[in-house]
């Protein structure tokens, strides 16, 4: 059972940046392919990025194609999200997943969650 821990949510101004963490815990972390995704108030959770379980292939969300990066680090068993020039529409509850080896874009395609951290935009 892998369990997982968002860290690093806060309130951040219009064009300022945040980096999310994501500790991993209770499972092979070599094994694990890595995913964002975030929920607005009132709106489904969707996608925002992910990472295979050996970070040659990623995927960004369109919408934010430029402002994320997102990475992995083996020997802590930690994935950030770096999120730059961040806008008021950014602002949601950002949920770490995790899946078995490849990446997805698809939140039903990942088991495991965290229970989330708050990003706030101020416009």
């Known amino acids: 059972q892998v369990q997982l821990a968002e860290s690093g949510g806060g309130l951040v101004q219009t064009g300022g940046s945040v980096r999310l963490s994501c500790a991993a815990s209770g499972g092979t972390f070599g094994r694990l392919a890595m995913g964002w995704f975030r929920q607005a108030p009132g709106k489904e959770r969707e996608f925002v990025a992910a990472i295979d379980w050996n970070g040659s292939t990623t995927r960004v969300t369109d919408s934010m194609k430029g402002r994320v990066t997102i990475s992995r680090d083996h020997a802590n068993k930690l994935v950030y999200l770096q999120m730059n020039s961040l806008k008021p529409e950014d602002t949601a509850v950002y949920y770490c997943?995790?899946?078995?080896?490849?990446?997805?874009?698809?939140?039903?395609?990942?088991?495991?969650w965290g229970q989330g951290t708050q990003v706030t935009v101020s416009s």
């Open positions: 997943a995790s899946r078995i080896l490849w990446v997805s874009t698809s939140r039903d395609d990942f088991p495991s």
